[in-house]
């Protein structure tokens, strides 16, 4: 897989509107060096995860265990 | 008995002074009163004191107990609670200006618990906003401090707790920990805390800040005094939907029991690796006295440890944003400028990134099982630095590099967060500048007794947790 590119402002204008969160341009503008980093370690996260052996793991979105 | 002696007392020392008669509850929550009006001043670890409210209950508890009416080892004894947990009647905040004005009708049930065991509740402890944070640098209700060092951060988000319980302003406090928010204020400040199995402590009535990994819990000096406030609030609530119907266990009973042959596991090149130098000695040092006391240390590869970080900051961004997302919209320049910057980020993940995170955990937890058939317990460093400036955003770990202090903060609570296990932070000794280190014990789910074991035996043969800060 390529390399994790930076996010684009364009793509958190996006974001915000497919979410209907209306922020400033200068608050977007901040948002880009984070979510650049938050982004690439979640991708990276995710691609751990699509490993062979991991296809029968479930999430777990309730504890304790049921 | 003098003003030092009393604030120095432990939960257990003073019950058993109360229960005798021997010591007041109303003489023993004035000088705890009056203790927060020196020393508060400089530590902001409360946001309501409930003064008045104290001195009417401590009141009603030596007359209760005058006539022979003893309700337990919290009767009488000052106690304080998070600003994210319900009190009927008394402003709950969680450490924002959107709550300002939010007196709650309702208790939390764990209110409810220790009102019940006759606790005195002194007041209303600072947080991290919304508890999204691990600094307790409040915009709303100003910088909580650590009472070892005033100019250093107590952690978060329950600083206030744990300043106020090292501070001797309370003899034990409710905090609350979806990441580490108790655990951390614990380790930095030099005293006890446990982050219960999820579901073993009822969660209703608590503002949540990430619903499949928040948690409530004690903070106290000792270990024995987080056993006594635990035993009290653990246990079935029908309504929280996240509750155990689990039997809690007579963890005082068992407490004396001895450790010798409990195995300890140490995580390959994950438990003493990336510390500061003070953080690894002190840890290292710990499990020399858990030896010489029998416990057998072993260590142990974990290879899906790599990952949690990105995991807790994935759910840890996305579920708060779901919480807030109204707020967001309409209120949003009432939050501090880190928390609405984190809000903001928390909607910018796919869902895919979430439920990777969510199957991470999985994987986590099975590894953690899987660990648990060769040893009992686990052990890391609380964090892997003592208290930073207040006001940090960047933290030095090893080789003069600065890094982001919120993925710094996570590096060894995140993991029994995500698994879903219970863990204990112990204080376990000082770096050269007198700042408190603290050691993780990690359990199997809902055996939070073996740490309380693990963790009694070595404050028995260690007085780390009987040093006060000299504020």
Partial sequence: MAPQEPVA?????????????????????????????????????????????????VPIVRFPER | ?????????????????????????????????????????????????????????????????????????????????????????????????????????????????????????????????????????????????????????????SGGSGAAVAARTCLGAL????????????????????????????????????????????????????????????????????????P????????????????????RDYSLAHVQRAVGDAVRAALETLESLGVEVEEIAMPSIQGNISAQLTIESCEPSTFHQEWLRTRAADYGEDVRTLLELGEMYLATHYLQAQRYRSVLRKEFLEGFTRVDAFVTPTLPFTATPCGATKVVIENNQEEDMLSAIMQFTGVPSLAGLPALSVPVGFDAEGLPVGMQVIGRPFDEGTLFRLGHAYQGATDWHTRAPGL
């Fill in chain 2, 175 to 246: 905090g609350t920990d979806t990441g580490g928010s108790i655990r951390l204020p614990s380790s930095v400040n030099g005293i006890v805390g446990i982050r219960p199995t999820i579901g073993r402590v009822s969660n209703h009535n608590v503002v949540p800040l990430a619903w499949t990994m928040d948690t409530v819990s004690p903070m106290a000096r000792t270990v024995e005094d987080c056993v006594l406030m635990f035993g009290i609030i653990a246990g079935y609530d029908p309504l929280d939907d996240h509750s155990a119907q689990v």
């Fill in chain 2, 1 to 157: 008995m003098a003003r030092t002696d009393l604030l120095n007392l432990t939960i257990s020392e003073a019950a058993a002074l109360l229960e005798r008669g021997a010591l007041s509850p109303v003489e023993l929550t004035e000088t705890v009163l009056q203790r927060i009006a020196v020393v508060d001043k400089t530590l902001n670890a409360y946001i309501t004191v409930c003064g008045e409210q104290a001195r009417e209950v401590a009141r009603a508890a030596e007359k209760m107990i005058r006539a022979g009416y003893h309700l337990g080892p919290l009767h009488g004894i000052p106690i304080a609670i998070k600003d994210n947990i319900y009190t009927r009647g008394v402003r709950t905040t969680a450490g924002s200006k959107i709550l300002s004005d939010f007196i709650p009708a309702e208790d939390a049930t764990v209110t409810t618990r220790l009102k019940r065991a006759g606790a005195v509740i002194v007041g209303k402890t600072n947080m991290h906003e919304f508890a999204w944070g691990g600094t307790t640098d409040n915009p709303h209700y100003g910088t909580c401090r650590n009472p070892w060092n005033p100019e250093r951060f107590p952690a978060g988000s």
């Fill in chain 2, 248 to 267: 809690v266990p007579h963890y005082l009973g068992d407490l004396a029991r001895a450790v010798r042959g409990l195995r300890v596991g140490v995580i």
């Fill in chain 1, 9 to 57: 402002i364009e793509s958190i204008d996006r974001l915000c509107t497919l979410a209907n969160l209306p922020l400033p341009a200068e608050r977007r503008a901040r948002l880009v060096p984070m979510l650049s980093g938050l982004v690439a370690a979640a991708n990276e996260l995710s691609r751990k995860m699509a490993h062979a052996g991991y296809r029968a793991i």
